[in-house]
């Protein structure tokens, strides 16, 4: 959460249970700095690229939550958060799987396809980056004239899970 310039966070690592734990945790983290849902503004996202399922259920209940709320959301990918304060043009890397990296070239004129290489990247720091997208969504939102449009995950490579073989099941009217 950001508010006046100050971030609060609230972090658990869980293998599983996300979906369920998230808005708890929201909820928490809300009611321990003193804030209830109304006094949001906003609400921003991370959009990737990263883990396929975390990605869904964050964007799924940041959109969720804006809906309900009459608010907008705002989502940042990770590329603009790691060149967060970087002079552009500027080449942002994210970890990727299978020994691997994302990259994306940031320049002033918006944001090109982003791109997978073989070679490593340092994760980048987890705190560092929420206050990036903070700062960021922050920024988008103290424009005038800003349209946001509906966070959308953002995927380099498509997911490891293979599609069904079998046919979809026939729908009856």
């Known amino acids: ?3 006046d310039g100050q971030i609060a966070t609230r ?30 503004d906003a609400i921003a996202v991370g959009v990737g ?15 969720g939550l804006a809906l309900g709320l009459g608010k ?9 958060a790691v060149a967060h304060g970087q002079t552009l043009p500027y080449t942002a890397y994210l970890p990727a799987p299978r020994d691997q990296r994302y990259a994306m070239d940031l320049t002033q004129a918006g944001l ?12 980048p ?18 424009q005038p004239d800003e349209t946001f449009v ?3 995950p953002l995927y380099v490579r498509p997911a490891d899970a293979a599609p069904p073989r079998d046919k979809p099941p026939m729908i009856l009217p």
Not at 112 to 123: H, I, K, N, T, V
């Open 125 to 142: 720091n987890p705190t560092t980056l929420i206050i990036a997208i903070a700062n960021i969504a922050a920024a988008r939102l103290a």
């Open 112 to 123: 090109p396809p982003p791109r997978l290489e073989d070679a490593d990247a340092p994760a």
């Open 150 to 152: 509906r966070p959308a």
């Open 72 to 80: 907008p959301a705002i989502g940042v990918n990770g590329f603009e």
């Open 1 to 3: 959460m950001w508010g």
């Open 11 to 40: 972090q658990e690592d869980m293998s599983r249970g996300q979906g369920e734990r998230l808005i708890g945790l929201l909820e928490d983290l809300l009611a321990d700095e003193g804030f209830s849902w109304a006094d949001l």
């Open 49 to 63: 690229p990263g883990n396929f399922t975390g990605i869904r259920i964050s964007v799924s209940a940041a959109r």
